[in-house]
T-cell receptor
Framework: GQQLNQSPQSMFIQEGEDVSMNCTSSSIFNTWLWYKQDPGEGPVLLIALYKAGELTSNGRLTAQFGITRKDSFLNISASIPSDVGIYFCAGRKPGGQNFVFGPGTRLSVLP | GAVVSQHPSRVICKSGTSVKIECRSLDFQATTMFWYRQFPKQSLMLMATSNEGSKATYEQGVEKDKFLINHASLTLSTLTVTSAHPEDSSFYIC???????????????FGAGSRLTVL
């Protein structure tokens, strides 16, 4: 069953606004990955997090590994039309081989 | 960076025929690859883990005789959908685990996906 929850499920924002989304779990993870998927394409890695409390940026994107190790956050500043897509979080448990994926947050940017 | 190439990107076939999808790691060796299936507006569902030189590990509910996986080399995994039916129409995506960096931590790199339409 689904082990990761993402919030919000979808969001509509104005161009230029900042965006925040999160990923939560009832289990502890030791790796968090954030991906963006454009329609008809495979997911593309945005940011990887490996330590609790870690804060990592990639351009206008910033992601954080929650201190409890049960959540992660992704922020996008000054959104632009090409930010439109589905954002997935993925986590790997300690000792786990596979990553589990969240259901995604669908982002729409209005001009 | 690590690149995963997936082919074909789109395929249309008749019901009852078989379709093969290839997943290649272009500039690195991948002992483990993963195959996902994605329905419209849904998340990625792991179908199976492909292991080089050994049998694939299938997730619960995935028919191994229908979705044949072969990982004969360190750079190629194939997924064959046998006797395809319209309900098999979906977006199939492969990924490979890429390790590296100081910590040896790994990430998943995805192919561009293959859209299968079964008529």
């Amino acid at each position: 069953g689904q082990q990761l929850n993402q919030s919000p499920q979808s969001m509509f924002i104005q161009e230029g606004e900042d965006v925040s989304m999160n990923c939560t779990s009832s289990s502890i993870f030791n790796t968090w990955l954030w991906y963006k998927q454009d329609p008809g394409e495979g997911p593309v890695l945005l940011i990887a997090l490996y330590k609790a409390g870690e804060l990592t940026s990639n351009g206008r994107l910033t992601a954080q590994f929650g201190i409890t190790r049960k959540d992660s956050f992704l922020n996008i500043s000054a959104s632009i039309p090409s930010d439109v897509g589905i954002y997935f979080c993925a986590g790997r448990k300690p000792g786990g081989q596979n990553f589990v994926f969240g259901p995604g947050t669908r982002l729409s940017v209005l001009p | 960076g690590a690149v995963v190439s997936q082919h074909p990107s789109r395929v249309i076939c008749k019901s009852g025929t078989s379709v093969k999808i290839e997943c290649r790691s272009l500039d690195f060796q991948a002992t483990t690859m993963f195959w996902y299936r994605q329905f419209p507006k849904q998340s990625l569902m792991l179908m199976a883990t492909s292991n080089e030189g050994s049998k694939a590990t299938y997730e619960q509910g995935v028919e191994k005789d229908k979705f044949l996986i072969n990982h004969a080399s360190l750079t190629l995994s194939t997924l064959t959908v046998t006797s395809a039916h319209p309900e098999d129409s979906s977006f199939y995506i492969c990924s490979a685990r890429v390790s590296g960096g100081v910590t040896g931590a790994n990430v998943l790199t995805f192919g561009a996906g293959s859209r299968l339409t079964v008529l």
